[in-house]
């Protein structure tokens, strides 16, 4: 009995200690991202940012616990710090902490009925995106690929 309850405990302080190291990534990356460039933050988080054409249509599978447990950490600590729904932001912690799968960051736009745009971020992983909403999106292209 009592070694369920050192093993709960455990649990309960290793909770604790991604739950806070995870929001301490989710405030750096905030910060840095307000003072440098989306491709030096990736660059110094070893993320890998693609801006082209080839983004994928299909879903990734989900098969991967790890990712499926990370990607709600990092929803949670988000909403938690007050992140809500910037979706750019979510997809770089998120790109640290699955690394070892080689995630990919894409960025898209689509035109709304007001003739405004919107854009999305999202990660790409194993041939799929991390996000259903990502095929609403055509990806952004770097201008400096286009020409």
């Known amino acids: 009995m009592h070694s369920r309850a050192s093993s709960s405990t ?9 739950a806070v190291r995870l ?3 989710v405030i750096f990356v905030e910060l840095a991202l307000r003072v440098t460039s ?5 660059r110094l988080l ?7 054409t080839c983004a994928s249509t299909d879903l990734y599978d989900q098969s991967d616990p790890h990712v499926v ?22 997809c770089v912690v998120l790109a640290v902490e699955i690394r070892d799968s080689t995630p990919i960051l894409r960025i898209g736009v689509r035109r709304l009925n007001d003739k405004s745009f ?16 990502a095929n609403q999106y055509q ?4 201008p400096r690929r286009a020409r």
């Open 10 to 18: 455990g649990r309960a302080v290793e909770q604790i200690i991604t």
């Open 23 to 25: 929001a301490a990534l």
């Open 38 to 42: 989306l491709e030096r933050v990736c």
């Open 46 to 52: 070893d993320v890998s940012f693609d801006v082209s």
């Open 69 to 90: 447990r990370s990607q709600r950490r990092v929803e949670r600590v988000s909403r938690r710090i007050g992140l809500g729904d910037r979706c750019l932001r979510r």
């Open 118 to 133: 919107a854009a999305h971020s999202w990660l790409e992983l194993a041939g799929g995106s991390l996000d259903s909403d």
């Open 139 to 142: 990806p952004a292209v770097d």
